[in-house]
């Protein structure tokens, strides 16, 4: 019987470079649902901001504080709701999908920071480049 020669020991980048191209379904979708809508809630609320920085006039004043509660308010539902209906749970082969809260718990807890960073990249990188 032959020995197997040890296994190669992996840079920590080249773990994680690998657990990145063979990330989990579930997880990318839980990842890309609040993604989306997040980026475009955000070039809304992006054109709001410019246009309120330039002093356009809009019905109903300044309202930033309530559309940023609104945008992070939305993000965290849809992604919730989405990764709740496309994410199933593992079971048996054939089982029909089945939901559970913890699959909105999973879409929940992917979009709070995706939310928040996207709310940094407006505020901190494309505000000041177009204004």
């Known amino acids: 019987m032959a020995t197997r020669p040890p296994a190669r020991r992996r840079g920590f980048f080249e773990v994680r470079w690998?657990?990145?191209r063979n990330a989990p379904r579930?997880?990318?979708r839980a990842v890309l649902s609040p993604l989306v809508v997040a980026i475009g809630l955000g070039l809304l609320y992006l054109a709001y901001d410019v246009?309120?920085?330039?002093g356009v006039a809009l019905p109903g004043g300044d309202l930033r504080a309530f559309a940023l509660m609104?945008?992070?308010g939305l993000v965290l539902a849809v992604g919730t709701i989405v990764t709740w209906l496309i994410v199933p749970q593992p079971?048996?082969?054939?089982?029909g999908r089945t939901r559970s809260g913890w699959?909105?718990?999973?879409?929940f807890f992917?979009?709070?920071p995706i939310a928040y960073l996207i709310l940094v990249v407006e505020g901190q990188v494309l505000l000041p480049l177009l204004t």
């Open 18 to 20: 690998r657990q990145f």
């Open 26 to 28: 579930p997880v990318v």
């Open 51 to 54: 246009a309120l920085t330039r």
């Open 70 to 72: 609104v945008f992070v």
């Open 91 to 95: 079971g048996p082969p054939g089982g």
């Open 103 to 107: 699959s909105a718990a999973l879409g």
């Open 110 to 112: 992917a979009a709070v």
